[in-house]
């Protein structure tokens, strides 16, 4: 079995910049993390592969440093690692995003599971997991708390629901999007950190991974950032003491003021 898996290195502070002229994230000078949601993504494909045999490719795009995400990836059990770093994929959004990464698992080749985190810490929109399924032309499974079973040919998982869960089986290779509730992440052993400072990090650029240039960085996203801005600060609420009644003719009488 071979297992995909995507993160993405995110920025440990709530505190961010945008970049007045192309509306992004400014990420030079901030501490950087692996996505908290893509470490349940990397916890899984271990499990799974302690449980069926195979091997855990790790694949993120970003600047050169994310290289420091994939060693930790590496120290916590994948076994090799590729940084797909190119100047031309700066300002991509999901959808080119997810199109890059797309464009290196078909060069990886056979793989039987992609898996990546529900969502991204910065940008929290869930777009770029089921982005990777189009492209990849293959089926998806969002917010999975739980695998089930895994065979050659398929897998049966549990998803998430807002009424409770769902029972689903999907044809491999397919992908995945998990939540926190379907593992408890694993600390670096001793032995990976040391294999993980000595592990050669594969690195892709658009060339390499034949990408169409009109469908990466801000040319090729066709989402537009218009205008970014910072809500203004919500008054205090107002606390209403007395019987029934009397709540009632002073909410009344603030409702009128408002009006």
Known sequence: MHIVICIKQVPNTTQVRINPDTNTLIREGVECIINPFDMYAIEEGIRLREKFGGKITTVSMGPPQAETALREAVSMGSDEAILLTDRRFAGSDTWATSYVLSRAIKKIGDFSIVICGKQASDGDTAQVGPGIATHLD????????????????????ERMTEEGFEIIETPLPCLLTVVKEINEPRLPSLKG???????????????????????????????????????PPRKGGVILKGDTHEIVDKLASELRNEL
Request: proline share 5%; hydrophobic share 40%.
């Open 138 to 157: 293959i089926p998806q499974v969002t917010y999975v708390k739980k695998i089930e079973d895994i065979t050659e040919k398929r897998a049966r998982v």
């Open 193 to 231: 950190m040391m294999r993980a400072k000595k592990v050669a990090v594969t690195k892709w650029n658009a060339e390499d991974v034949n990408c169409d240039f009109d469908k990466i960085g801000l040319d090729g996203s066709p989402t537009r950032v218009i205008k970014i801005f910072t809500p």
